[in-house]
């Protein structure tokens, strides 16, 4: 009995962390428009919410599968949002505000494949560069180290767009440059940590 119990409350918890995991993207990828593969998804997502509903009513008087139902919720929310983050779908668009016109900014980012609009402009304590720069999500956190390496005063400001048409970006995208650019910072990376890693052994040797 108690064995059968536990399995219930699995099921009911399973079920609907999968439900809302489901329901979560889908509306994720409705507001980025991709509504085929959206509508796709809620054909999966309705047949699983039938099917969890459907067990809890007819053991509606056992509480332990409402705390379940209501765990596996909340669960399928948070679940969901992080396969989002993972798969990082879309694009993103950074305003950066360089206190030092003077700085390389677009040309190093542009070397690195990221699409860059510049104008110079005029702030408070005076001439500032202003920049807006397109990258794909997974890379987000990649332009931001990047930038801060560039000028660590700069000023960020992110945002997602709905939709981008045009320009030469799109094709440079494609090309996979930014991704070539992140896996060689990545790789440069690895070899400082090797190199740190090898410096310490031999300091602990002597």
């Known amino acids: 009995m108690l064995e059968n119990a536990f399995m219930m409350i699995a099921i009911i918890m399973i079920i609907n962390i999968v439900y809302v995991s489901l329901s979560t993207l889908r509306v994720i990828l409705m507001l980025k428009g991709r509504r085929y593969i959206a509508g796709t998804m809620s054909i999966f997502e309705i047949m699983i919410y039938t099917l969890g509903l459907g067990i809890v009513l007819d053991n509606l008087g056992e509480i332990q599968n409402l705390v379940a139902y209501g765990l596996g919720y909340g669960l399928g929310v948070v679940i969901g949002s992080k396969i989002e983050e993972k798969l990082a779908l879309g694009y993103i668009t950074v305003n950066v505000i360089s206190s030092d016109p003077d700085i390389s900014f677009t040309k190093q980012l542009r070397d690195k494949g990221y699409g860059v609009t510049s104008w110079y402009a005029y702030g408070m304590d005076g001439d500032r560069l202003s920049m807006q720069i397109l990258s794909p999500r997974k890379y987000e956190l990649h332009l931001y180290e990047t930038i801060k390496s560039i000028d660590p005063k ?18 440079q995208v494609k090309k996979g ?8 910072a990545e790789e440069q990376q690895q070899q400082e940590a090797n190199q740190e890693e090898v410096r310490s052994d031999g300091e602990r040797d002597n």
């Open 154 to 171: 700069a000023f960020i400001i992110a945002y997602e767009p709905k939709q981008i048409h045009g320009g030469f970006w799109v094709k």
């Open 177 to 184: 440059r930014i991704r070539k650019s992140v896996k060689k």
